[in-house]
């Protein structure tokens, strides 16, 4: 009995390591657009376009630091698992 990968492999006519290739593609352009839409979302919530932006807005007193804490985190978080995923799409053949 064939695997999934192969027997899909054999349908699309190509092989199963292209195939696993494309898949594992797919995977991380869609996995880097959910990163990117909460980063959106975090920074729309502030009205700011960056981590950095975020930070100074803190920093001169224009929000408070407490209200902003968990969102300050998660968006420096983000920032960082988006750069980590753009730097696995581009290892990829």
């Known amino acids: 009995m064939s695997m999934p990968l192969e027997?899909?492999?054999?349908?699309?006519?190509?092989?199963?390591?292209n195939l696993a290739q494309e898949g594992l593609k797919a995977y991380l352009r869609e996995k880097l657009r959910e990163t990117m839409?909460?980063?959106?979302?975090?920074?729309?919530?502030?009205?700011?376009?960056?981590?950095?932006?975020?930070?100074?807005?803190?920093?001169?007193?224009?929000?408070?630091?407490?209200?902003?804490?968990?969102?300050l985190t998660r968006l420096d978080y983000l920032e960082s698992k988006a750069e980590r995923?753009?730097?696995?799409i581009e290892k990829l053949p």
């Open 7 to 17: 027997e899909a492999a054999d349908i699309l006519n190509t092989s199963a390591e």
């Open 37 to 71: 839409a909460e980063i959106t979302s975090i920074c729309l919530k502030f009205k700011v376009s960056s981590l950095e932006e975020l930070d100074a807005k803190v920093s001169a007193g224009k929000l408070d630091e407490s209200d902003t804490f968990e969102d």
């Open 85 to 88: 995923i753009k730097g696995l």
